[in-house]
């Protein structure tokens, strides 16, 4: 019998690893090397290597892609993670569903970032571009042994295949799951490139205002990704889980929150660095920061340590390996930067009222609020490897500092953009927004009085701290554009890089608004419900009309049918369903939703109570969509900024379009 | 070397520091691990009851006194608390075999509380609502889920942190037990 290729795919795939593994460590060795020695053949093969490291890892994703699709339960990860009942596009997205297959998208993402590099960096001095690409080949190494000698997602089960597979896991049978883990890993990796970047740095010793702003792009653009990376989870939390909640603090959530709370703190501390020369070790200690973080959480999800320290001390092999990765990447990128990080001299040249000041605040209090969550997330586990038992600390103890120091950051937030390099007068300040603050002050006390009739300090506070940034940021903008002679031919004149701030900061305000009026004016009912029955929530009122029995392609659901009346008048219907998977025998719960910008209305079916009468839970969540639309400003901020022309024009030095100039650069 | 470089080695030293905590730690033996509290009387409280058809008729606040008389057990619990949904099972068949749990409901939402003792049924003789965490502070409360063996005289003798279950009770809970009903 002749082999074809649906037979060996797996194999080709194995292989092609095995090949990016050997291109990888070339990647890493080679340009080294030649950096090192001046060998200009030898750096200029990073790109290549670059290169076919990327096509060899597309092509071992794709044959694992074959596999899902033509079924090959001789794959034990196709076996255990799809079933031929599944629908072509679960199939494709099973690929990440499981251990195996993730780290191979996380492989692939390396791959696509590394390649991003080699073409986008011709304009690098060549040195820097191939200690640049080192760095990524020697994480690609330590990624790839990991995948190839832990977690292969080719291994065979040979020689009796099952006859269908155990299917996906019901929860991941979602179009959020089929895009949220790209999307997060984007950003995980992505980070990688900013770390690659700041270890050439230390190599070189070469940390001017140029290192920055090639880095720029890339920290913003990892961000954006992480940013809506993480929102794309929790709206898929929302609705899938059932619960209603959008975050839970848990340590899958943390592990992903935490290199974005120092990303945003390293790419406004990147700021600082290219434009004023100064923050350098900092920025740098940042970069590190932020991938060893990335990398944390990839070992927090990936090890198994999570579901149970001791279920990850009984097989270890995974979790070791991480771990070590994880020393050596961060051990050796401290120890270099004790060594070669640049001493800071003399005294800082900016005032105590100044951008810097402005920018120096939010990096402190975003390092201090990522080590209270990593406190709070690592604290459980320590307690679990120290055998004191499974704890949680829970949302109160992320709560009581999170949203104050959120808060804190928020209102200071507003300063940064209307505030000038090295130096600012309280005049000034004082002057451009004592508008902004009075009309927010206003706004902040009045919404809760037309909202709903009871009182809620907290939603003044939260509505104006949000009108507070954005009414700063319309303030700064009608600042800029007070010389020009109309409107829109100002507007014209201000950068992309400008808009992008003022898109991102305004996405944090709108995030605020989702988080604290969510939180605080939710209305939920979970109740017992007959057929006929009756449910109001403030001005809805949900009546269940029927309960209905579905097959599904792959799995069979209860459907209740809801009518919702808006003040007597019929508004819509609603259908949520429990389901049964057939091949897993899990239930899963299907949420109703009625989504519009100032409220959702969530309904899910609890248990079945009688023959007619199900334990049914309802909300009415008002702006909770705010929380995810804020989150997508802040990625389309990122885009804006990395469009800015100013990175085309790579190498020539421009003086920056954004700022009201104040002296001139100061280079150490 | 220059003074200012030493600085520079300060998160290098923070990191291999933790790493060698974290390492001692997990050779130490947990069962060294001091209690501030223990053999101490239970922190002076007067809290609120969470209302529950199983509480003691018209109980609506509560003492440290009501817990003296007979050995029992504190339960530091809250909804949000993953691990105490897992725990409150074995609560509920330790109730069953006569043993006295009193409840310490620790930073929730009453509301919430309430449905989940209904949902899950109700293992306390009462809880006391902390809904600022007092009580919880006073006894050294790390996280949920905590449970303290109280003796007649209303002092700790004992502190299990995490979750109670039949492996717990059988090797440490229930021979502390034993032997305090018998003093």
């Not at chain 1, 809805?540 to 009346?565: C, R, S």
């Not at chain 1, 009415?620 to 997508?632: D, T």
Request: aromatic letters at 14%.
């Amino acid at each position: 019998m002749a082999l074809d290729f649906v037979q060996l795919a797996p194999e080709m795939g194995q292989f092609a690893l095995i090949l990016s593994l050997c291109l990888s460590a070339a990647l890493f060795v080679l340009p080294l090397v030649g950096a090192h020695y001046g060998s200009n053949v030898l750096m200029q093969s990073g790109r290549s290597l670059a290169t076919g490291f990327f096509i060899f890892v597309s092509f071992a994703f794709c044959c694992l892609v074959y596999s899902f699709l033509h079924d090959d339960f001789s794959v034990k990860y196709v076996a255990s993670n799809s079933n031929s009942l599944l629908p072509y596009y679960y199939k494709i997205s099973a690929v990440w569903g499981g251990h195996e297959g993730s780290l191979l998208l996380w492989i692939l993402m390396l791959a696509g970032w590394t390649f991003a590099v080699a073409i986008f960096s011709r304009s690098l001095p060549l040195d820097m571009q191939a200690r640049v690409l080192a760095v990524m080949g020697f994480v690609a190494v330590g990624f790839l042994s990991f995948i190839l000698f832990t977690s292969n997602p080719f291994d065979r089960i040979l020689p009796i295949p099952p006859q269908d597979g155990s299917d996906l896991n019901p929860l991941l049978q979602d179009i959020g799951l089929i895009i949220h883990p790209p999307v997060l890993y984007m950003g995980y990796v992505g980070f990688s490139v900013v770390f690659a970047f700041a270890i050439a740095a230390l190599l070189t010793g070469r940390l001017d205002s140029a290192w920055a702003r090639w880095s720029r792009p890339w920290a913003t653009m990892a961000w954006g990704f992480l940013s809506v990376g993480i929102a794309l989870g929790s709206w898929w939390a929302y609705y899938e889980l059932g619960w209603g909640g959008w975050w839970f603090w848990d340590p899958v959530e943390n592990a992903s929150f935490l290199p974005w709370l120092i990303g945003t703190a390293l790419i406004h501390s990147l700021a600082v660095t290219e434009k004023r020369s100064l923050f350098k070790s900092w920025t740098i200690l940042l970069a590190i920061f932020t991938f060893s973080l990335s990398l944390l959480g990839t070992f927090l999800v990936r090890s198994g340590v999570l579901t149970s320290v001791h279920a990850f001390a009984n097989d270890p092999e995974r979790g070791v390996f991480i771990l070590g990765f994880f020393l050596v990447v961060v051990g050796g990128s401290l120890t270099l930067f004790a060594l070669r990080a640049p001493v800071v001299k003399g005294s800082a040249g900016f005032n105590l009222l100044s951008r810097e000041t402005f920018l120096l605040a939010n990096n402190i209090l975003l390092t201090i609020i990522m080590i209270m969550v990593l406190l709070g997330t690592l604290y459980p586990l320590v307690a679990d490897a120290l055998s004191l038992g499974k704890i949680s600390v829970g949302p109160p103890y992320f709560n009581l500092f999170f949203l104050p120091l959120m808060g804190l950051l928020c209102l200071l937030m507003a300063f940064g953009p209307l505030s000038n390099w090295k130096r600012t007068t309280g005049l000034q300040l004082v002057n451009l927004l004592w508008k902004p603050w009075a009309i927010s002050l206003v706004i902040g006390l009045v919404f809760p009085l037309i909202y709903r009739d009871k009182y809620e300090i907290l939603a003044a506070l939260t509505v104006f701290i949000a009108s507070w940034i954005v009414t700063a940021l319309l303030a700064d903008l009608f600042y800029r554009l007070r010389n020009s002679d109309s409107f829109f031919a100002g507007l014209k004149k201000l950068s992309l890089s400008y808009f992008a701030m003022v898109v991102a900061h305004a996405g944090i305000a709108a995030t605020t608004v989702g988080v604290g009026l969510t939180s605080i004016y939710t209305e939920q009912r979970d109740i017992r419900m007959e057929v006929g029955q009756k449910v109001t929530v403030v001005e809805y009122d949900f009546i269940l009309n029927k309960l209905t029995h579905i097959d599904g392609p792959n799995y069979t659901a209860e459907e209740a049918l809801i009518t919702v009346m808006k003040d007597g008048k019929f508004l819509r219907e609603m259908k949520p369903q429990k389901r049964r998977y057939l091949a897993s025998g899990s239930t899963m719960t299907e949420v109703a939703l009625d989504v519009s910008l100032f409220r959702d209305l969530y309904v899910a079916m609890g248990e079945p109570l009688t023959e007619t009468a199900w334990a049914m839970r309802v909300h009415l969540k008002p702006f909770v969509r705010w929380i995810w639309l804020g989150a997508l400003m802040m990625g389309f901020g990122a885009v804006l900024a990395v469009a800015d022309k100013r990175y085309r024009k790579a190498i020539k030095q421009e003086s920056p379009a954004v700022e009201v100039p104040v002296g001139k650069l100061v280079n150490e | 070397m220059n003074k200012q470089r030493l600085f520079l080695f300060i998160p290098l030293a923070i990191f291999v520091l933790l790493g060698v905590l974290f390492w001692r730690g997990l050779s130490l033996d947990p069962n060294e691990m001091p209690s501030a509290l223990l053999n101490k009387p239970v922190p002076a409280f007067d809290l609120p009851v969470l209302p529950a058809p199983e509480n003691p008729q018209g109980l609506v606040s509560a003492n440290q006194d009501m817990l003296k008389g007979k050995v029992s057990l504190l339960n530091v619990w809250a909804t949000w608390c993953t691990t105490c949904r897992q725990e409150h099972e074995f609560l509920n068949t330790l109730k069953a075999q006569g043993i006295l749990i009193y409840g310490i409901n620790y930073k929730d939402n009453a509301e919430d509380a309430q449905r989940w003792l209904a949902e899950l049924h109700n293992p306390y003789v009462f809880s006391v609502v902390d809904e600022e965490g007092r009580l919880g502070l006073n006894l050294g409360v790390f996280g949920a889920p905590e449970t303290y063996v109280i003796d007649k005289q209303g002092v700790i003798r004992y502190k299990h942190i995490g979750d109670v279950n039949q492996n717990v009770w059988t090797k440490v809970l229930d021979p502390i037990i034993k032997e305090l009903q018998t003093q």
